[in-house]
């Protein structure tokens, strides 16, 4: 099955600095992408996805990027605002359309 | 904006009894899944649900656990005899032929 690896576990940044999640994929079949962002006691709530014929997308404040050559896809958030802390989850779709997610990073924004 | 709706919110349960834990997802919506999560851990995959029958499961979806579509808006997890490992939020979803992923609000299962 699909094994994703997901990096840093926890990350701090200054309000305003960008944030950066770093993911990895091993079935090269997975297709989709999604970001989750979970904040505490609630259900993950996709925040941005990209697909594999795709290379880089970008919402606002937020940009993924996908290299299917070397199986991994970031998040970039730009101009960090104290909402933006929460646990982000990277995921991957394989052909069997079960979803596995990274371990998942806590991002924290000091005002 | 259509939800997937979760019942009930919270459940406490002794160790050893049975838990159903209730999802209504989407109308139109194919797929159906369940997803755990320990407090503190990453989202687990359960089940994957899909034309009235299991398409795919974890080895943590053990013969403690089933699933049913038992009319045409419920899709429900049972766990016959929890364990107090079994704590968790369960969350339930559902996506149609699309692959966007739509998830409950989460069911907290609190095992004693």
């Known amino acids: 099955g699909e094994n994703v690896e997901q990096h840093p576990s926890t990350l701090s940044v200054q309000e305003g600095d960008s944030a950066v999640i770093k993911c990895t994929y091993s079935d090269s079949a997975s297709n989709y992408f999604p970001w989750y962002k979970q904040e505490l006691g609630k259900r993950p709530q996709l925040i941005i996805d990209i697909r594999s014929n795709v290379g880089e997308k970008k919402d606002q404040r937020i940009a993924v990027t996908l290299n299917k050559t070397a199986k991994h896809f970031s998040l970039h958030i730009t101009e960090t605002q104290p909402e933006d802390s929460a646990v982000y989850f990277c995921?991957?779709?394989?052909?069997?359309?079960?979803?596995?997610f990274g371990a998942g990073t806590t991002v924290t924004v000091r005002a | 904006e259509p939800e997937v709706t979760q019942t009930p919110s919270h459940q406490v349960t002794q160790m050893g009894q049975e838990v159903i834990l209730r999802c209504v997802p989407i109308s139109n919506h194919l797929y159906f899944y369940w997803y755990r999560q320990i407090l503190g851990q990453k989202v687990e995959f359960l089940v994957s649900?899909?034309?009235?029958?299991?398409?795919?499961k974890s080895e943590i979806f053990d013969d403690q656990f089933s699933v049913e579509r038992p009319d045409g808006s419920n899709f429900t997890l049972k766990i016959r005899s929890t364990k107090l490992e079994d704590s968790a939020m369960y969350f339930c979803a559902s996506r149609s032929g699309a692959n966007v992923l739509t998830f409950g609000a989460g069911s907290r299962l609190t095992v004693l």
């Open positions: 995921a991957a779709i394989p052909h069997d359309y079960k979803l596995s």
């Open positions: 649900f899909y034309n009235n029958e299991i398409s795919e």
